[in-house]
């Protein structure tokens, strides 16, 4: 695969208690928890791997059948397990198609390779993210096309939500962990969860839950994600405080037979400035060719400038 094709492909990521939550309310759980005690998650974050974690416990996310050496991901050829058990027939039906694709030296087009907004969980491939906390609400901030999140704290979702495809996000504190649930995300035009293409449906309910953990818990939890995905990037090496931890869980009965989870560990980006970057405007991502698997796939264009 060569270089141009390797890019579109990655540049283009207490878990029971969140199954008992239902995806219409929120929780006022957090309205008495003191400033004071609030975790300070503030800040620049980075994690090194293209895609999810391994679960706390539990059945866990569509894995790549395609290998390295080593038996970590071969993040350059993309092939969902199709035979995972959390996958409904329909379902698993997409995900082959998709890893047909790679296969035949073919790119499918995603959210990222398009520059288009990306839809939760597939917006945690980001290897970088912002947090910022004030007491009514918290934003989340990617690096892709700076995309965000806002979060409303010890809130519920409204009766009947607008769907968008970032979707409603309601958050409190338990302890200290910040929980985010959220529903109504929108079916964009590639919809899908993961970079092998598992789509999702207008049942989507997921639920994240936030925590720092110990420098030495954090050091395990990246070399444990690293057996799965191959580093990237790499987070600072002279920072010595803790890592954040996201532990999150995905429930859709219109895609999945089952709720399963996965992890995402986070160490501290080594830039704590926050960089612009645009996807339709970045060299990078300029991969006008024809190795897209649709013929009509391609980058936003203008005719002439916005401004």
């Not at 892709?144 to 607008?162: A, E, F, I, K, L």
């Not at 079916?187 to 449906?201: A, E, K, Q």
């Not at 995905?229 to 987070?235: D, E, K, L, N, Q």
């Amino acid at each position: 695969m060569n270089l141009r094709l390797l890019l579109a492909v990655t540049v283009a990521g207490a878990v029971s208690s969140a199954l008992g939550q239902t995806p219409a309310t929120g929780s006022s759980a957090g309205a008495a928890q003191s400033t004071a005690s609030t975790p300070d998650l503030s800040g620049v974050w980075l994690h090194p791997g293209l895609g999810f974690g391994p679960p706390l416990s539990g059945p866990g996310p569509v894995r790549n059948k395609s290998r390295l050496p080593s038996g970590a991901s071969n993040f350059a050829l993309v092939v969902g397990d199709y035979e995972n058990p959390i996958l409904k027939p329909e379902a698993a039906q997409v995900v082959k198609q998709h890893g047909d694709i790679s296969q035949s030296g073919k790119v499918f087009p995603d959210p990222d390779n398009m520059c288009l907004q990306n839809p939760l969980p597939y917006l945690f491939w980001n290897f970088s993210v912002q947090i910022l906390q004030q007491p009514d609400r918290v934003a989340l901030i990617y690096a892709h096309d700076n995309d965000y999140r806002y979060v409303r704290m010890n809130q519920s979702h409204p009766t009947t939500v607008v769907p968008s495809i970032h979707g409603d996000s309601v958050g409190h504190y338990e302890g200290d962990t910040l929980v985010i649930d959220t529903v109504g995300i929108k079916l964009g035009p590639h919809r899908m969860i993961d970079r092998f293409g598992t789509p999702y449906s207008p049942a989507l309910h997921v639920v994240e839950r936030y925590r720092l953990i110990d420098p030495e818990a954090t050091k395990l939890a990246l070399a444990e994600a690293e057996k799965e995905w191959p580093r990237v990037g790499g987070v600072d090496p002279n920072y010595k405080g803790k890592g954040l931890q996201l532990a999150f869980t995905v429930d859709d009965p219109g895609v999945f037979t089952m709720p399963w989870s996965a992890t995402i560990t986070y160490g501290r980006h080594p830039v704590q400035a926050w960089d612009e970057r645009s996807c339709a405007e970045n060299v990078e991502h300029d991969y006008q060719y024809n190795y897209f698997s649709e013929k009509d796939a391609h980058l936003p264009t203008a005719d002439k400038p916005d401004f």
